[in-house]
């Protein structure tokens, strides 16, 4: 007689936690489900494929549509509201908990309503970002290689960038310090433009012409190591317009990428360095040479230094002030916080299975590699005099 009455007890136990809030049970429920069926489908790549084009990719044009008609970010306003409700939430929960009574109680409550909205947050992610992993990739839809590259081509490719930005670092304004000095407004002005050449080229890249937004609060986005950010859900573009301006162009396409439905880090970059140069306009094409120079820089660093140095020692002084402005301004940002939410978003991207392998440099580098090398084989046969 003692073990029914255990499960009956068991049972009402249940039956009263759920009744506790049924709203936010159903939702946790259902969230889990989402996040359930979406990790079951990773490896259905046509399944993935077939959500992109007809649930992700209209929802997010819907959503920047709208969002396109306020003048701000509605993003960093969701955010801001949210961060404010948790606070104020948890800190009244915490005084009731030790004030009032039913402490199992309130306490059951918190526990199941921070579930709640982490998981209904995630799931969401999921659904409209997570899919674009599982999908085909840009260089997929573009037909680009993006195979492994020779350290022949990676060089070359290397130092017609370094060409580049030294002739595109004299055509663009720089202030009483020599560091080159965008107009950030007119930057987003025109930003709407900016991917009108690529997506004749690349249908796969076609979107609704919408601008980028500036960040209100860009010096909170700095300390956690940010240039901008995608808002899957508001399917906005956002830039950090704090830092100095010699890679803003930059970052407001390669944002923008994101919102065409690139979702990888590195192609966004290659597709920031495309479009900016393709578009022809000399600020967006000088961020564009420093963007695709610092990623091929790198990779070159590590696989040949002694040419490298070669290399960037053919850096013209602008092009060395804009990098050394850059560092001086990150430096300043280099905080255990920076480090842990650095590794905190590297996890991240590695749970939706973003790494590269050993033969490669990265995808940036590789699509750049690629796509630029006929560009570079020439200049290098005839290489441009500049003054």
Known sequence: MKRPTEKGENVKKTVEFLKLAPRRVIMTVLSAAVIIAHLLTRSDHELNVLLTERLVRPAHRFLSVTASHVPFSV???????????????????????????????????????????????????????????????????????????????????????????????????????????????????????????????????????????????????????????????????????????????????HELAHQRGVAKEQEANFCAVLSSLEYGDPEYCYSACLLAYTHLGNALYQADRTTWSGIYSSLSEEVLTDFAANREYWKQFDTPVRKAYNTVYENFLYSFDQSYGLRSYGKCVDLLVHYYIDDARELLANPRITD
């Open 75 to 253: 993003a960093e306003v969701l955010v801001g509201l949210f961060v404010l409700w948790m606070v104020v939430y948890l800190i009244s929960q915490i005084v009731f908990l030790i004030r009032e009574g039913q402490r199992i109680r309130r306490l059951l409550l918190l526990m199941l309503t921070v579930l709640c909205v982490g998981l209904t947050i995630y799931a969401a992610f999921c659904v409209l970002w997570g899919i674009y992993y599982y999908g085909d990739d840009f260089a997929t839809q573009s037909g680009l290689d993006a195979g492994p590259v020779e350290i022949e081509e990676l060089r070359a490719v290397t130092i017609y960038f370094a060409s580049l930005a030294n002739e595109y670092a004299k055509l663009v304004p720089r202030d009483e310090n020599g560091v080159c000095s965008f107009d950030r407004d007119a930057i987003l002005a025109r930003s709407d433009e900016v991917y009108r050449a690529v997506e004749e080229m690349y249908p796969c890249l076609q979107a609704p012409d919408i601008r980028a937004k500036g960040v209100h609060f860009s010096r909170i986005v700095s300390y956690i190591d940010f240039t901008g950010f995608f808002f899957p859900f508001t399917a906005e573009a956002n830039v950090n317009t704090d830092f100095p301006t010699s890679l803003f162009p930059s970052t407001v396409a």
